[in-house]
């Protein structure tokens, strides 16, 4: 079974803070994928890798960064963190193929205060 | 922006009855066309998906139907189960193998 695993799996942060979410990935996808989920926007794509080493911009990039320094680990970060940022971030990995399963993390509950 | 657009946004049915979810897109380049279910407190799980040479696809009570022409796709639940209940989201993946793009879901309720 394909695992991903994201940490913290809750985090309130203070306006202004800097707020770093992990994920790793044991199913040596070389595709990662962090989205961000709120009510009425369904899953939005924030950042995407290729590979390590590679960092794309997703849909809604700004005030997000993303690093991906392994095959399995793939971070995001929040420099300056804002209450707008409040959402549920879930991590995903992926092969390269066009019609491979992409799975999902159980997510991440950050509430910036 | 790439766009997938989802209806209803919330659905409530019987049990026992039939689910029917759908989905349009404006991209022509896309040609993959999953579907994800997601319970509470959980991520997304890939629930079914078709490619767009294909107009059907069948798992069990799950059956998504793709229209190329009209750029629609449908997921048709028959016999809803209580434990059917979650979000249901399509997406959508074309040429930049990379991205996928969802819906914005739809909830589901089957009331027993």
């Known amino acids: 079974e394909a695992a991903v695993t994201q940490s913290p799996r809750n985090k309130v942060a203070v306006t202004g803070g800097k707020v770093t979410l992990s994920c790793n990935q044991t199913?040596?996808?070389?595709?990662m994928y962090w989205y961000r989920q709120d009510t009425g926007h369904g899953l939005r794509l924030i950042h995407y890798s290729y590979g390590a080493g590679s960092t794309e911009k997703g849909d809604i990039p700004d005030g997000y960064k993303a690093s991906r320094p392994s095959q399995e680990n793939f971070s995001l970060i929040l420099e300056l963190a804002t209450p707008s940022q409040t959402s549920v971030y879930f991590c995903a990995s992926g092969g390269r193929g066009r019609d491979t399963e992409v799975f999902f993390g159980k997510g991440t509950r950050l509430t910036v205060v | 922006q790439q766009q997938v657009r989802q209806s209803p946004q919330s659905l409530t049915v019987w049990e026992g009855g039939t689910t029917v979810l759908t989905c349009s897109y404006e991209d022509s380049t896309f040609n993959y066309f999953p579907w994800y279910q997601q319970f509470p407190g959980e991520g997304p799980a890939l629930l079914i998906s078709i490619l767009s040479v294909s107009d059907k696809k069948e798992d069990g009570r799950f059956t998504t139907f793709f229209n190329k022409r009209e750029k629609k796709l449908s997921l048709h639940i028959i016999d809803s189960q209580p434990g059917d209940s979650a979000t249901y989201f399509c997406?959508?993946?074309?040429?930049?193998?990379?991205?996928?793009?969802f819906g914005k879901g739809t909830h589901l309720h089957v009331l027993p």
């Open positions: 199913n040596n996808h070389n595709n």
């Open positions: 997406a959508a993946r074309g040429t930049n193998a990379y991205k996928v793009i």
